[in-house]
């Protein structure tokens, strides 16, 4: 499995959270959730998300949740991505799913509540702290999760460097750090790389991979012990 396609597969399987007991997120019978981790936080916001699947068409999954948000309710779209949400009480509640227009598959998506009070301003929030990059790097994401006292990390980031100089300026910069590669990958004709570095008691995986005129990174860090 290629580095950048284990990455996603990581985020659909780890990034659903669990929700607080004293938080009622209205959810049909025939939604089929997803056990996850505790404790995210997204960009500097508060959040609990978890995922699900059905069997619903996507209408069915709107008209529910138009009768239960009533006025409240607001639909948004993103190409594929449909994206429900109502505010109450400091909370913000979505609902979100990709369209497909084959009615056999399944459709999945992820339910998510965010703290709004927990918000900050943007010249608060120091997204991607920590974490080395190319001085022309943009943060689009940055996600901390702790699952079973295990505490993660996402971070998602753009620069208009090549592949192979970001490939080289990670590599370079976590074993002085003290990791050790476990695997690499720098496929040039293809316009991907991959990097996976273990340390004591964690395991870094990142994937680079060229797109028009930005080079994406998508970096996990893991604990395990």
């Known amino acids: ?17 669990a929700f607080c007991d004293d938080i009622s997120f209205p959810v049909p019978d025939y939604f089929d959730l997803h056990v996850v981790a505790d404790d995210m936080e997204f960009n500097g916001m508060n959040m609990a998300v978890s995922g699900f ?53 399944q459709l999945q998506g992820f339910l998510a509540i965010s703290n709004l009070p927990g918000m900050r301003s943007e010249r608060d929030m120091r997204f991607g702290e920590g974490f080395p990059m190319l001085s022309d790097t943009k943060v689009v994401n940055d996600m901390k999760s702790n699952d079973l006292g295990r505490n993660n990390r996402m971070l998602w980031l753009t620069n208009k460097s090549s592949v192979t100089t970001n490939y080289n300026f990670y590599r370079r910069e976590f074993t002085n750090d003290g990791w050790s590669v476990v695997h690499s990958d720098n496929l040039l004709r293809e316009k991907k790389a991959g990097l996976a570095l273990s340390r004591s008691g964690e395991m870094l995986n990142i994937s680079i991979v060229g797109k028009s005129s930005l080079t994406q990174v998508l970096a996990i860090v893991t604990e395990y012990k």
């Open 1 to 17: 499995m290629s580095f950048h396609v284990a990455l996603l597969t990581f985020l659909l399987v780890a990034s659903p959270l």
């Open 53 to 105: 699947s059905t069997t619903k068409t996507a209408e069915e999954v709107e008209l529910y949740y138009r009768k239960e948000w009533g006025e409240e309710f607001r639909k948004g779209r993103m190409d594929k991505l449909v994206v429900l949400s109502h505010i109450d009480d400091g909370l913000l509640y979505t609902v979100q799913f990709n369209e497909s227009k084959n009615e056999h598959l």
